[in-house]
């Protein structure tokens, strides 16, 4: 089986320099759950080594070490993380790198790919024990300002949103639709709520809450839709002022809980979910068509067919570190929607990225106070307080 090339750099690596990369695709495979115990299923995805995950419908864990050789496939990824793995090492392996380069004014975006129940959530924002990658990054990223020197200099901003039946919403103030509008920074929803953070202890709760606000089934109120895609935005904003100049540097993290992949006709066909179920599939298929038209080197990307491929616009064809974590089950009764999910993670390997600058702007600061002096001076003063 070829090993994926990463078009120059090693593997398992996003290029120092932010020349053109592709995806950074990972798999995890969540442990088996109480109901799928109880329901008899058998497990039919096997971890083989730290990259390659083998998918059989046929075989269980013993008849895979006895034959060895079974009607299955391989499929292979930058790493495999298996059941036992912690939250801590699939936030080191996926995004501690793009926390790095978020400070160096890169972006960089991680989504979770996978059925309902895979584990997309508990990989993003996880429990109060075991938090997820959305509150490890935070963590991470001031553990990392402070210890740098210029830490006063650094402002952290989060906002978290819902796509939800094509409608985007505030999930930290909730209210009215948000309307997406075009800007030089790419497509923003206006009147998002920006917080301000300053330490990771109030961010759990944040995101918990936000999470909270989630739309629910209407029929199951209190479970989170599984036809909700979350996406969070945490913004690094450094300025500094040298012998002169203002340096001013942006890094974007977008920590994105997709929603659930299955076909959602399948599983309901009353009215209101078919509506709800065509425009599930209308995002989630944009996203593919996405996918295959970066995969085919196509001139046009049909971003604006859906919301959460406009918003995703920056974190797919760059410029962007972007990382996609495929979420699984174990058990045979997922078979289809392990398969599918496997198959779109297989296929976003092939997606590059254009090369990602970094977002760094240099200004001379002339005898009258300029914009971004005056800017500065506030920012200091805000921070002394
Ligand atoms: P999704 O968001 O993909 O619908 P969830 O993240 O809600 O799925 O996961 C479904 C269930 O499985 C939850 O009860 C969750 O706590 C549990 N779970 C998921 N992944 C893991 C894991 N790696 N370790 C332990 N429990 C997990
Ligand atoms: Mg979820």
């Known amino acids: 089986r070829p090993k994926i090339s990463t078009g120059g750099g090693e593997l398992g690596t996003i290029s120092e320099d932010g020349g053109g990369s592709r995806i950074m695709v990972f798999v995890r495979l969540r442990p088996m759950g109480k109901k799928e115990k109880e329901a008899g299923s058998r497990c039919c995805v096997r971890i083989v080594d730290r990259h390659d995950v083998y998918l059989t419908e046929f075989a269980s864990e013993t008849d895979y ?24 090492e699939v936030y080191a392996t ?9 400070l160096h004014g890169r972006n960089g975006s991680v989504f ?29 990223l001031f553990l990392k300002i402070r210890q740098r020197s210029f830490d006063g200099n650094h402002v ?25 509008r075009e800007d030089k920074q790419g497509i923003v929803a206006a009147g998002l709520t920006q917080y301000r953070a300053y330490s990771t202890d109030e961010v759990m709760a944040l995101l918990q809450q936000g999470n909270q606000n989630r739309t629910t089934e209407p029929t199951r109120a209190n479970e989170t839709s599984s036809r909700s895609h979350a996406i969070l935005q945490v913004v690094a904003e450094y300025r500094e002022k040298v012998s002169g100049n203002v340096i001013n540097r942006v890094g974007k993290l977008s920590l994105i809980d997709l929603a659930g992949s299955e076909r959602a006709l399948a599983t309901d066909q009353r009215t209101q979910r078919s509506l709800e179920g ?46 996609m974590i495929a979420n699984i089950s174990p058990s045979n009764l997922s078979f289809g929607e392990t398969q599918n999910t496997l198959h779109w993670a297989d296929r976003a390997k092939e997606i590059k990225t254009k090369a990602c600058p970094v977002n760094e702007e240099t200004q001379q600061v002339h005898e009258s106070e300029t914009d971004q002096a005056r800017l500065l001076l506030e920012l200091q003063k805000e921070n002394s307080d």
Do not use: W
Not at 302 to 308: C, I, M, Q
């Open 94 to 102: 996926t995004t501690a790198e793009l926390v790095e380069g978020v």
């Open 278 to 323: 065509a425009n599930i599939n209308r995002s989630l298929l944009a996203l593919s068509s996405c996918i295959n038209a970066l995969v085919e080197g196509k001139k046009h990307i049909p971003y604006r067919n859906s919301k959460l491929t406009q918003l995703l616009k920056d974190s797919l064809g760059g410029p962007c570190n972007t990382v």
């Open 65 to 88: 070490l006895r034959l060895k050789r079974l009607r299955g496939r391989h499929f292979s990824f930058d790493a495999s993380f298996p059941e036992s793995t912690t939250q801590q």
């Open 112 to 140: 979770c790919y996978g059925a309902t129940g895979a584990g997309k959530t508990y990989t993003m924002l996880g429990t109060i024990e075991n938090p997820g990658v959305m509150v490890l990054a935070i963590k991470d």
């Open 156 to 180: 952290v901003h989060l906002s978290y949103l819902e796509v939800y039946n094509e409608t985007v919403r505030d999930l930290l103030s909730p209210g009215r639709p948000l309307v997406l």
